[in-house]
């Protein structure tokens, strides 16, 4: 509950009581799709449980330097596509013109509008997961689609390859990674760094799971 979604009246994206959920956001979501409108915290219960039900390998977020080494898939360029915005054309769905035209111009979206890619993917919000061509480790929608959810806790310099934060008083957000179909080419970048509070709940944030056998 509690979640964001997108008002078709309106063209606005609006958080209204139990409105939107994970199951409900204003645009298509499917079996097949992202899920989103999930906290930080809802992440974590998941992976717990799919590690009860599992019963043989465990569950997690990854943490924020696995996910950018996934994420690079063994390059130093600003995307793993290459250094230019236009590499993520039919690679990754990021905000271009397909949101722009279905937002209102006003406060709270201007600003999406203002850096959607000049191109337009006919794809407005999420697309079915993998529909779209992998990068080099076989992991699709890592620039784009939706955010993910990261194990760590925000530090503004730095982020540290174990996850765990280097001073308590960093413990009030969690991180989250990569673009999304509401995130324009700048901040959908391999070292792009988002955070948010652990119980928040968007529309475009959602997280992906790391399996290792148990020991």
Not at 104 to 112: E, L, W, Y
Not at 149 to 170: I, K, N, Q, Y
Not at 179 to 208: E, I, K, M, T, V
Request: a negative charge; charged letters at 25%; one cysteine or more.
């Amino acid at each position: 509950m509690g979640g964001w979604g997108y008002d078709r009246f309106s063209r606005t994206f609006a958080r209204a009581g139990d409105r939107f959920t994970w199951r409900s956001v204003g645009f298509e979501q499917t079996e097949q799709h992202p899920v989103v409108n999930v906290s930080w915290n809802d992440a974590i219960a998941f992976c717990e449980w799919l590690t009860r039900e599992d019963g043989t390998r465990q569950f997690r977020l990854p943490t924020e330097a696995e996910w950018e080494y996934a994420c690079r898939a063994g390059t130093a360029s600003r995307y793993s596509w290459g250094d230019s915005a236009e590499s993520l054309i039919g690679k990754e769905n990021i905000a271009d013109q397909s949101l722009a035209h279905v937002l209102a111009p006003g406060v709270g979206q201007i600003n999406m509008i203002r850096q959607a890619a000049p191109w337009d993917d006919h794809q407005p919000f999420s697309a079915r997961v993998g529909s779209l061509q992998p990068n080099r480790f076989g992991l699709s929608d890592m620039h784009g689609n939706v955010c993910e959810w990261v194990e760590d806790w925000f530090e503004e310099t730095r982020f540290l390859s174990d996850g765990a934060s280097a001073s308590p008083a960093a413990e009030s957000e969690k991180v989250f990674r990569g673009g999304s179909w509401g995130y324009g080419p700048a901040n959908s970048r391999s070292a792009s760094r988002h955070h948010f509070a652990p119980s928040d709940r968007w529309c475009n944030l959602g997280f992906r799971v790391v399996c290792e056998e148990r020991q």
